[in-house]
């Protein structure tokens, strides 16, 4: 099994900029596309930021030109660069890995980390 492990989350003031990590525990981005989700309280897992086995990009219309999915396969590190960031970016922000055949095909998800945007 892939495990994903995020962080980088934590408390910001609006305007502010963070930088979530996602390390695999092993060389797999590559081959696969990835993704940033989010959830907030009360809302249902959206879709923020995608990235596919060849770089190429997509972002959520409420955060585009603010947010920028990235990766380093040398590293098996995903990364989301977030700025201006604003209250409603609050949420607990998770990385996905979608293997879609062989014996491990499923979906993969970190632990999550939290990120608040609050004065």
């Known amino acids: 099994q892939v495990q994903l492990v995020e962080s980088g989350g934590g408390l910001v003031q609006p305007g502010g900029s963070l930088r979530l990590s996602c390390a695999a525990s092993?060389?797999?981005?590559?081959?696969?596309?990835m993704a940033w989700w989010r959830q907030a309280p009360g809302n249902e897992r959206e879709l923020v930021a995608y990235?596919?086995?060849?770089?190429?990009?997509s972002y959520a219309a409420s955060v585009k030109g603010r947010f920028a999915i990235s990766k380093d396969n040398a590293k098996n590190t995903l990364y989301l660069q977030m700025s201006s960031l604003k209250a409603e970016d609050s949420a607990v922000y998770y990385c996905?890995?979608?293997?879609?055949?062989?014996?491990?095909?499923?979906?993969?998800w970190g632990q999550g980390t939290q990120v608040t945007v609050s004065s």
């Open positions: 990235i596919n086995s060849g770089g190429s990009t």
């Open positions: 996905h890995l979608n293997i879609p055949v062989g014996v491990r095909r499923g979906d993969y």
């Open positions: 092993e060389s797999i981005f590559g081959a696969y596309s």
